[in-house]
């Protein structure tokens, strides 16, 4: 059974850092990719970040390139999101997803068909 845990979400000031981690159950890293994502408060879903499985190779979006950095440790079967310079219009619920590889995908291609309950990130002063 694939479970997917975020933590490490809370409040921080504008201009701050925080590291989310997404630990996975029930794969491996080597074969799936995960995707991190925000939703705020009556807006759309977005795509941030993603790792591939068997490349590794990663992804960002536009707007957070510079800012957020995507990791993983496959010890731990567990995949972190550092993001720096936050700003209050990126308070949103932050979650991951898995998506198992397949030939020829790429982490922005794979269907994401696990996902966690999410984390808060809340940034004001």
Do not use: H
């Amino acid at each position: 059974q694939v479970q997917l845990v975020e933590s490490g979400g809370g409040l921080v000031q504008p201009g701050g850092s925080l590291r989310l981690s997404c630990a996975g159950s029930g794969f491996t890293l080597d074969n799936t990719a995960i995707g991190w994502f925000r939703q705020a408060p009556g807006k759309d879903l977005e795509a941030l970040s993603c790792i591939g499985g068997s490349d590794g190779r990663m992804y960002y979006a536009d707007f957070v390139k510079g800012r957020f950095t995507i990791s993983r440790d496959n010890a731990k079967n567990t995949v972190y999101l550092q993001m720096n310079s936050l700003k209050p219009e990126n308070t949103a619920v932050y979650s991951c997803s898995a998506g198992l590889d397949y030939v020829g995908s790429t982490c922005e291609t794979v269907p994401y068909a696990y996902w966690g309950q999410g984390t808060q990130v809340t940034v004001s002063s």
